[in-house]
């Protein structure tokens, strides 16, 4: 009977995450048809942008018909979408180059930002959130608070040039910009990111920080709390195994929603640090006009979305059983 | 960091025949040869320069270059045929001497010999060939294919000699040749390869972020090319370029902010440079449309404008006036008689009385146009309002400016780099069949007077005729010029060596830049 029912269990929770991939992978299909029109109604073309104000009207039309910008929008569409489920992402319209190439090069250097920023701002936000929860509304509450409030008010460039002004000009323990090269070793690269890294904690942490506490607040006055409490097990006892697990699913919710950012909004501080990233790439090919990269870059970025998304459902119906459950 | 005038008179007689003033009167003088510096050039050290324009698009064919990244890239593996000198003089660079028949249509250019590719090939007449007409065939996607519109044909007139010809008369010819996409590669090599003649050989290119090379050790161009190795990084953030030269992760930056840069400015460990150049910035009007058919209304604009005011309170002076004639100061075909268009209200609602206008006069800007261009243009609107002239600025966006702005909208902004010639400058903006005609302004009378002093070889009289080139732009042209804007660059203060010339200010960098110390 118990083994019956941790089966269905089991099988119930594989049908509602192929369900929630299928979804995914519709939005991915809405998400590319929206991002082709809406670079399609951009102002401009991918030939004028990249030739130049000065470029002559020959070069514009022999360029416009080498990169097939003279087909409707739904022949290029449909063109590019054959190329993407044959797993070919395609080549740039601006450098020529094959886009699995460029994404080779930026993709990694983003994914690298992201998990150190991550690996920074996670464990961190979720011990920090736990002090203020334990010590809610006393003075390290509102400290944390306060100080997590604040550097996520301000701007990402400010918090940026402003660690740049104190640790890479004035102490110069760091430097300003991040060279960052296929062949940098992992401890060099890790030096080399470290700022742009705690810029990005500093801008996700508050989120973290306060929707762990807020979780831990409201089990912390549950019976069952209480009732460990009562029985005399140690604080540290009573938050990491009764509170924690319970408080897991909203915590993960949040802590995806953060993880997404670090890879999709980095572009700003790409920018300041001059990182070699997805962000830089993405702006290039924006003011490019260049599609078919946009296309590429947008579809990483929202899979990321949908992939955290989904991790986190996952975990909020394992932590969860009544998810899977419903009355 | 001092800057480098060579003052000396080329070794060589350029040009034969006594046609010394087919270029623009302008003798050249040899690289490196009487800079000012005491000691000879030091060598060795990596230099690194932090440059802006970087872009995921970036490949190595020159015909594609238009950002600093990689015009000194360029340069760093590749030559020209015709380099500019610190006056804006041309310099002989694969070409060591050129001269034309009697009608300047056919141009003869003797190319320098001996000299090598860094693949160990001996430079032809045939590499020549092949690389202009990389820019010059019919289904090239070369920036740079504008410039040979008037060209009939180039050929090798023999193992180090080529001949273009032209199909109308131009002195102005050989200083086309000084643009930086003209780099020579080899025939039928790869234009992507980066292979050329240049100081230095790539060892790395990551297309908007960073190459490095090393010198060349066989390079043919004396009292250049002083540093055993380069890096180019693209940082295209201002703030981040200026961080990375005070935390000294580079040597020299290119465009510092004449606002942010004051601590490098007092600083003395780094060097700021301020070059004159032949970058101006325009307010075009439309002559063709409404409102700007009317003179009256065009002269209006030119009055109602401080230029001064402009300059020092947006440019913190780093510029000089502009005269709504693209000309700058130190071409030799500059006209000192041209009357300054300064700033007089009265003038200016006299001449808006005139031309029957009323209403706001529309003005879109977005700092895509010339950096600046918002904030010059509501200083403009509270220059106008002195004259009871009521100017609507529009700011648009700087993504698509270009094609949705620029040219479609009566009056807007746009840069211009500027050209080697006063002549090539006119014909590439202000003739009637200019491509980049964007004033629309059309006088078939200002055309033939060019093309007439584009064929003259009496400099005296072709001064003459520019002179009167420049004033009808000044009183009737659609150009509102407020300023020529310098170029500046920044550096540490162990590095020199720049020759600052007016034109493609520091493309040349990698080659000419030392250390001191």
């Known amino acids: 009977m118990r083994v019956q029912g941790k089966w269905a269990f089991l099988q119930r929770g594989l049908r509602a995450t192929a369900q929630r991939a299928l979804l995914g992978l519709a939005t991915l299909f809405v998400v590319s048809l929206i991002i082709f029109l809406a670079v399609s109604l951009l102002p401009g073309d991918t030939a004028e942008a990249l030739l130049g104000h000065d470029a002559t009207p020959e070069a514009l039309a022999a360029l416009r018909q080498q990169l097939l910008l003279d087909a409707p929008v739904q022949v290029r569409y449909l063109h590019w979408i054959a190329g993407v489920l044959h797993g070919n992402l395609g080549t740039s319209l601006s450098s020529g180059r094959q886009i699995a190439d460029l994404l080779s090069q930026r993709l990694p250097n983003t994914l690298f930002l992201a998990s150190l920023a991550a690996a920074l701002a996670v464990p961190l936000s979720l011990w920090l959130g736990i002090v203020s929860a334990l010590h809610r509304n006393r003075l390290a509450d509102r400290l944390i608070s306060g100080v997590a409030l604040v550097s996520t008010s301000f701007p990402e460039f400010f918090v940026a040039y402003l660690l740049i002004m104190v640790f890479a000009l004035k102490l110069a323990w760091f430097p300003p910009l991040s060279i960052i090269q296929p062949d940098t070793g992992l401890l060099d690269r890790t030096y080399q990111t470290l700022l742009p890294a705690v810029t990005l904690t500093l801008a996700t942490a508050a989120h973290m920080i306060r929707m762990t506490r807020a979780s831990i607040v409201s089990l912390l006055s549950s019976p069952y709390i209480e009732m460990a409490r009562l029985k005399g097990l140690p604080a540290r006892r009573v938050i990491l195994r009764h509170a924690l697990p319970n408080a897991l699913g909203p915590i993960a919710n949040i802590v995806a929603l953060n993880l997404a950012y670090l890879v999709v909004g980095v572009v700003v501080v790409e920018t300041v640090f001059s990182y070699p990233g997805l962000g830089q790439l993405f702006i290039d090919s924006v003011a490019k006009r260049d599609i078919p990269v946009v296309q590429a870059v947008c579809l990483i970025f929202a899979s990321t979305y949908i992939l955290l998304n989904l991790t986190a459902d996952v975990i909020a119906a394992v932590t969860n059983p009544r998810v899977l459950h419903p009355r | 960091m001092a800057i480098e005038r060579p003052d000396s008179i080329s070794r060589r007689q350029l040009l034969a025949r006594g046609a010394a003033a087919l270029v623009g009167g302008a003798l050249g003088a040899s690289p490196g040869a009487g800079a000012v510096s005491a000691s000879s050039p030091r060598r060795g050290g990596h230099l690194k320069l932090g440059l802006e324009g970087g872009a995921q698009e970036n490949v190595l064919d020159p015909g594609t270059y238009s950002t600093q990244f990689m015009q000194v890239i360029g340069y760093a593996w590749g030559n020209g045929l015709v380099e500019t000198g610190a006056r804006g003089e041309l310099v002989p660079e694969l070409a060591v001497e050129w001269s034309s028949d009697p009608s300047v249509k056919t141009w003869v250019f003797k190319l320098r010999r001996g000299v090598l590719f860094h693949n160990g090939k001996t430079l032809t007449a045939a590499d020549v060939v092949y690389s202009l007409n990389h820019h010059r065939n019919a289904n090239s996607r070369s920036l740079a294919r504008g410039l040979f519109k008037e060209v009939v044909a180039i050929e090798a007139t023999g193992e180090s000699e080529v001949t273009i010809t032209l199909s109308s008369g131009n002195v102005d010819f050989p200083g086309l040749l000084t643009d930086y996409r003209l780099l020579v590669f080899p025939e039928h090599g790869d234009p992507n390869a980066g292979i050329g003649t240049g100081p230095f050989q790539l060892e790395r290119f990551e297309a908007g972020v960073m190459a490095t090379a090393r010198r060349n050790e066989g390079y043919w161009k004396s009292g250049r090319a002083h540093v055993d190795s380069v890096e180019i990084l693209a940082i295209n953030d201002v703030v981040a370029r ?141 220059h106008a309002t002195r004259a009871q002239i009521d100017i609507e600025v529009h700011r648009v966006p700087a993504d698509g400016y270009w094609s949705a702005i620029w040219r479609r909208k009566p009056f807007c902004a746009a840069y211009w780099g500027g050209r080697v010639t006063a002549g090539l400058m006119l014909q590439a903006a202000y003739t009637t069949d200019a491509a980049d005609n964007e004033t629309c302004w059309r006088r078939p009378e200002f055309d033939a007077l060019l093309r007439q002093a584009q064929s003259e070889l009496d400099t005296q009289r072709r001064k003459e005729m520019f002179h009167d080139l420049q004033m009808m732009l000044w009183e009737d042209g659609g150009a509102l010029v407020p300023l020529f804007a310098n170029r500046l660059y920044a550096s540490t203060s162990n590095v020199t060596g720049l020759v600052g010339s007016p034109y493609f200010t520091a493309f040349r960098a990698a080659e000419q830049l030392y250390f001191t110390g």
């Not at chain 2, 009317?294 to 780093?318: E, N």
């Not at chain 2, 041209?338 to 209403?359: E, Q």
Request: with cysteine.
């Open chain 2, 242 to 382: 200026q961080s990375a030269l005070r935390g000294r992760l580079v040597h020299f930056i290119s465009r510092p902010d004449p606002k942010l840069g004051a601590l490098i400015r007092r600083d003395p460990r780094f060097t700021w440079l301020d070059l004159p150049g032949a970058q101006h910035y325009v307010l075009p009007m439309r002559c063709d449309v409404e409102p700007f058919r009317h003179k009256d209304l065009r002269l209006a604009m030119k009055y109602a404008l401080d230029r001064a005011d402009v300059l020092s309170r947006i440019y913190s002076g780093s510029g000089q006036l502009g005269n709504d004639h693209p000309v700058p100061a130190f071409d030799p075909m500059f006209s000192a008689n041209v009357p300054l268009h300064s700033y007089d209200p009265d003038k200016a609602r006299f001449h808006f009385a005139r031309s029957g206008h009323s209403g706001p006069v529309h003005l879109y800007v977005s700092d895509a146009g010339f950096s600046g261009a918002t904030e010059t243009a509501t200083l403009f609107k509270e």
